[in-house]
């Protein structure tokens, strides 16, 4: 793709990233075909090549509009069309410099820069997330039916593992899910245990980042990721194996630290140790994956009750980790559905299912029916937001795929 950049703005480092990304777009329209907001709206401007059109000529001098805003902000920033693309486009990238521009431009409304503030100041601290998730799951009986869904049952909290092994690995807790479903992580630790690894929580560890960067917080979001390094890091000189994530979303966060502060003096050669460590659970398991199966009493497996997983598109798109994991079930005695479809997005999205919520249930609805289509007895998934959007919408026990491995392994013979 051609391109013409403001003097001010080639200038500069995101300037000059944003331009290399442009000049290998080809046009080829390919992206419209995977992208979930063009299917629903079939706008131009809704997809991956329109979007980055609004975002190039913003780039060239035009003056951000409203409009321009609206079409950025219902990108779901799934990248699945990083994944189609054939010339290898950065998408991603380019929207984050894109949507940081155009909201300097164009500003928010009073309203909206109330809603977005309010999001960064609760969901990336833990501490005050629970504390408003116990008060909704309190007054959870009074609430109209139409809002109760929207407000998950109190979760149970097991036990984590007490032995220590001289293998050791990280994990991050993260910010929703000590609250939300305290079980996946548990699950986890259970399983290296089990395996000779001891699976240790870093306490000044929390929200990855994710929350602030996509609202454009970008030195809230360094600051996350720095907070993060400094609780890992002496863990990490002490020999520490791996960072495990067991949230997709949160593992393609942490996966960006060695980009986000590469200009960062202090923290680019550690945040570039971090990410080197970095490990979606999946990736643990596969590697020992020998040893799981010895673990495994497959004859308990209820062959009968088939299950569909959704792979979030953290983890296909962002990660690139694809088909791994429904061949780990597989092979590890899972009977999985087929799921048509697979490559779209739930609609949850990280705060989409908030800023966006008609078309993040349109998303979830069609999600939900693919899930459903070959009568599965529950559905697996492999990250935090994907796992309470989609609970919302069905009676099917909706879990993370390291849960029902665990029941497997914990059952007696």
Same mark, same amino acid.
């Given at each position: 793709m051609q391109t013409h950049l403001s003097e001010a703005i080639r200038q500069t480092p995101h300037g000059q990233a944003a331009d290399a990304?442009? #000049? !290998?777009c080809v046009h080829c329209g390919m992206c419209n075909a995977t992208c979930p907001t063009y299917q629903l709206l079939g706008d131009e401007r809704d997809g991956p090549r329109g979007r980055i059109y609004l975002i190039k000529q913003v780039l060239e001098g035009t003056t951000a509009t409203r409009k321009t805003q609206l079409h950025l902000d219902r990108c779901l920033t799934c990248r699945a069309c990083e994944t189609t693309c054939p010339s290898g486009v950065e998408y991603g990238r380019l929207l984050d410099m894109g949507r940081g521009i155009v909201d300097k431009q164009v500003g928010r409304g009073l309203l909206q820069s109330l809603l977005r503030k309010a999001l960064r100041s609760v969901i990336p601290h833990p501490a005050r997330f629970s504390a408003l998730l116990a008060l909704g799951q309190w007054v959870r009986p009074l609430l109209p039916g139409s809002l109760q869904h929207k407000v998950p049952q109190p979760a149970k909290f097991t036990?984590? &593992?007490?032995? %220590?092994? %001289? #293998? !050791?690995?990280?994990?991050?807790?993260?910010?929703?899910? &000590?609250?939300?479903? &305290?079980?996946?992580? %548990? %699950?986890t630790a259970r399983i290296l245990d089990k395996l000779g690894i001891t699976l240790v929580r870093a306490q000044q560890a929390g929200c990855c980042g994710a929350v602030s960067h996509h609202l454009n917080a970008q030195e809230e979001s360094l600051n996350h990721a720095r907070r993060n390094i400094d609780a890992w890091w002496p863990h990490v000189e002490q020999g520490a194996e791996a960072i495990v994530i067991t949230a997709s979303g949160c593992a393609t966060m942490v996966a960006d630290y060695a980009h986000l502060l590469a200009h960062d003096a202090k923290y680019a050669e550690k945040a570039r140790r971090v990410t080197s460590l970095m490990k979606d659970i999946s990736e643990v398991i596969t590697v020992e994956k020998a040893s799981i199966k010895s673990l495994l009493n497959s004859s308990l497996i209820p062959h009968h009750s088939s299950l569909a997983f959704h792979p979030p598109c953290s983890l296909q798109h962002g990660l690139k980790i694809k088909g791994n994991i429904e061949t780990l079930l597989t092979e590890l005695g899972f009977d999985l559905t087929t799921v048509p479809d697979a490559h779209l997005c739930c609609g949850s999205a990280g705060i989409y299912s908030i800023l966006q919520p008609e078309l993040s249930r349109k998303l979830r609805d069609n999600k939900i029916a693919a899930l459903t289509s070959g009568a599965p007895a529950a559905i697996a998934t492999a990250n935090i937001g994907c796992q309470m959007h989609l609970q919302a919408a069905t009676a099917l026990s909706v879990r993370h795929w390291i849960e029902l491995l665990d029941q497997q392994i914990s059952k007696p013979a």
């Open positions: 990304i442009l #000049r !290998k036990s984590w &593992p007490t032995g %220590a092994h %001289a #293998r !050791k690995m990280l994990v991050l807790d993260g910010c929703v899910q &000590p609250s939300l479903s &305290p079980n996946t992580n %548990a %699950a």
